[in-house]
């Protein structure tokens, strides 16, 4: 599919490569860029999946529809150097993503802002008195611990029960009261009729797509890439002098403490003839937190801009089972990855970065950061 130069036959001396990076996502794709460009490095970049991008690919669907196959994928940040960085590689759409809520019968903002709350009740609260109107409804509680306290803290428990408690348990399999605060406390709450669910800086799609941004990043000569394969089946038989992995962390200890909790998605893609307009949604992503097996349907041409006739989405139904998409945060889970942690600090010669290395629910522009600085950090001084 992709013009990527293939390695075999392997070559067969010593160390023909100064590093092994393992796996072909933003963490692997950034750091077999950087250390080839900037090091000097030959770099063989290893995937099991038969692409490059990790969870970020997209690809044309059959009705030639860009998509992206695991999942719906939006890039904002605050961090210029990581827009920068990237904007080497891709020029950018301008894209802010709007939420819909099906809660109620009605299509209501999320976040939670101000139009939500009077729509909801029919109300018509000023910005003011929506603050006024939280702050009676609000549950105190001592400290904010878990994802059910980080919500009913500020909004109280009639919203929470509509827009968090069933969407939580549907994709985490867990109660909200059972999930560190961290993973609600990413949707905020608005007193203003702001309806974007991202307020990040840097808020853009690469205009053609993540896989060419990525194909831009490895097209190197010193980088080769090796693509349907399980770095397990070559680390032996390919010279390397260090490592990267950005595969889980448990795997790569064989799970000798046990199996850390990933939550997985299954997606369907469907693809419909919409209306005159071209969309069947008035928004990027429409989520129904109590109706439906799935949590979220993403409508792709809002996200890219493509004119087509056809359009196509994406449900998303989680899973317990299946490719690892989300660590998932709670203190027994964590307390686990750092005995996993403290066998990867052993390792001189392996490099433990990425979502599911670092066991952190990162964004990508996360993962591009602790790339870049991890980078920095293995330069010689
Ligand atoms: P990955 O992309 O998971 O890459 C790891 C790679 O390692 C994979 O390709 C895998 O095949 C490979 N691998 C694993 N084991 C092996 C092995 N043994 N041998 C060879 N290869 C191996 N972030 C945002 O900023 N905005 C969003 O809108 C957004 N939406 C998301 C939606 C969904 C449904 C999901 C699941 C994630 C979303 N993210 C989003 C998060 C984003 O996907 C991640 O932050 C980012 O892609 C992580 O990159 P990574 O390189 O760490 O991991
Ligand atoms: N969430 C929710 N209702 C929503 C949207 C989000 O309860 O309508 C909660 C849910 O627990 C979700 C978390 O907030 O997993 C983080 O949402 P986000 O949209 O950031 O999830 P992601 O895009 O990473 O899947």
């Known amino acids: 599919m992709h013009a990527y130069r293939s390695l075999f036959p392997a070559p067969a001396t010593e160390a023909a490569y100064d590093t092994l990076i393992v796996g072909a ?31 970020a690919f997209d690809c044309h669907d059959d009705a030639g529809v860009l998509v992206h196959p695991y999942g719906p994928h939006i890039f904002h940040t605050n961090s210029a150097e990581v827009f920068g ?3 080497q590689f891709t020029r950018w759409r301008p894209y802010q993503h709007r939420v819909l809520a099906s809660v109620d019968g009605q299509l209501l903002p999320m976040p939670i802002n101000l139009d939500t709350v009077n729509r909801l009740y029919g109300l018509s609260l000023t910005a003011f008195e929506l603050d006024a109107f939280f702050a009676r409804v609000a549950e105190p509680v001592d400290r904010s611990r ?13 919203l929470y029960e509509k827009f968090f408690r069933g969407y939580t348990r549907k994709q985490w399999g867990l109660d909200p009261s059972e999930l560190d605060a961290s993973v609600t406390a990413r949707v905020p709450t608005r007193t203003t009729r702001d309806d974007r669910y991202f307020t990040d800086t840097y808020q853009a799609m690469p205009l053609l797509g993540y896989t060419r941004m990525f194909e831009a990043m490895l097209a190197q000569p010193n ?8 770095y397990r089946d070559v680390v032996h038989r390919i010279g390397w002098k260090h490592m990267v992995y950005t595969g889980p962390i448990d795997s790569f200890f064989d799970h000798r403490h046990g199996r850390l909790p990933y939550r997985s998605l299954q997606f369907e893609h469907v693809t419909v003839h919409p209306p005159a307009g071209g969309h069947v949604q008035p928004v990027g992503t429409v989520n129904h937190p109590n109706d439906h097996l799935y949590t979220r349907v993403t409508e792709f041409k809002h996200l890219t801009g493509q004119q087509h006739a056809l359009s196509s989405l994406v449900y998303e139904y989680p899973q317990a089972e299946g490719d690892p998409y989300y660590p998932i945060p709670r203190p027994e889970n964590h307390a686990l990855f750092k005995r996993y942690e403290a066998e990867a600090e052993q390792l001189s010669d392996v490099t433990f970065i990425g979502r599911l290395a670092s066991y952190r629910y990162y964004n990508m522009d996360q993962v591009v950061g602790q790339a870049l600085a991890t980078f920095k950090r293995m330069l010689p001084a």
């Open 25 to 55: 996502g933003f963490a692997g794709c950034v750091m077999a860029e950087r250390l080839a460009s900037q090091a000097g490095q030959r770099v063989l970049l290893v995937d099991k999946r038969r692409h490059v991008g990790g969870n």
């Open 85 to 87: 960085y990237l904007s």
């Open 146 to 158: 878990t994802s059910e306290d980080v919500v009913v803290s500020r909004i109280g428990r009639d």
């Open 223 to 230: 980088i080769h890439v090796m693509l349907n394969t399980d």
